[in-house]
């Protein structure tokens, strides 16, 4: 019921005032069913904006700490990312990782709509980075396709590092369902996963006219110039021993 009520009469107008949304490609949504929608993720409201204009519900995976924090403003948030169909995972890693991994299959078996943002955070200068490989795994291990979606000028609205919000103009742009059903049985495989992946992210670039960047966003964020330049040297080594996948569709 929050959701509805946070969509249609609390938040929504506002938001749509703010940004005058509009949305492209809406009919590559299926109306049921399950479905990953992969966004890029510039700002905090891309959470806000691409449920306002989906008209299916969405759970996003949202990072632990949003449910965690102590004291009223913690309690308000917790009550504000559950009631909007949110729902906390660990993303340290090994078992959290599982932990995220059957969440995610909980709310697909149910046939939802689940939300992710393949680069893990929202990136830290508006180029779109590296995608990590856990929405590969969901993809493949559930069987369902991946939607790709482009959030554009929430960044200027909600500028990095700014508390504020400038009322500008909000593009959700919907790509092509994209079908990993080649790879079935394939799943485990850490270069199949990294190459679906790379698709994903590709679809996304070619989406948001973003300039592509071939590192991990928390490196850039967490790490400074040398951790950035250590993650560099790391992936151009697995790129290096990654096999060519063989296109396996009909041409």
């Excluded at 249609?8 to 990953?36: F, H, T």
């Excluded at 396709?145 to 909000?170: D, E, L, Q, W």
Aim: proline fraction near 7%; include cysteine; hydrophobic fraction near 40%.
């Amino acid at each position: 019921m929050w959701y509805w009520l946070f969509k249609q009469i609390l938040i929504g107008p506002l938001l749509r005032v703010l940004g005058r949304p509009r949305i492209e490609g809406l009919e590559n949504i299926p109306v049921d069913g399950p479905a990953i929608l992969a966004s890029n993720h510039l700002a905090v409201v891309d959470s806000l904006y691409l449920p306002l204009m989906v008209p299916r519900r969405i759970t996003f995976l949202a990072k632990s700490e949003y449910f965690t924090t102590p004291g009223l403003k913690g309690r308000l948030n917790r009550f504000f990312y559950s009631a909007s169909g949110q729902v906390p995972v660990d993303r340290r890693g090994g078992e959290a990782a599982q932990a995220a991994l059957r969440t995610a299959s909980r709310v697909l078996e149910e046939g939802n709509l689940l939300g992710l943002y393949p680069e893990g955070t929202r990136s830290p200068d508006g180029r779109l980075y590296k995608g990590k490989t856990g929405i590969a795994r969901m993809a493949l291990e559930c069987g369902v396709p991946v939607i790709p979606v482009a959030m554009m000028g929430t960044n200027v609205m909600n500028p990095i590092g700014s508390k504020s919000y400038r009322p500008t103009k909000i593009t959700v742009r919907v790509g092509e369902p994209l079908d990993f059903s080649r790879y079935e049985g394939l799943e485990g495989s850490r270069f199949i996963e990294r190459a679906v992946t790379d698709e994903i992210m590709y679809a996304l670039m070619n989406l948001s006219d973003q300039e592509y960047v071939d590192i991990y966003a928390a490196s850039l964020k967490d790490g400074g110039p040398a951790k950035v330049g250590a993650a560099a040297a790391r992936d151009a080594r697995e790129a290096a021993l990654r096999p060519r996948i063989p296109d396996t569709e009909a041409s």
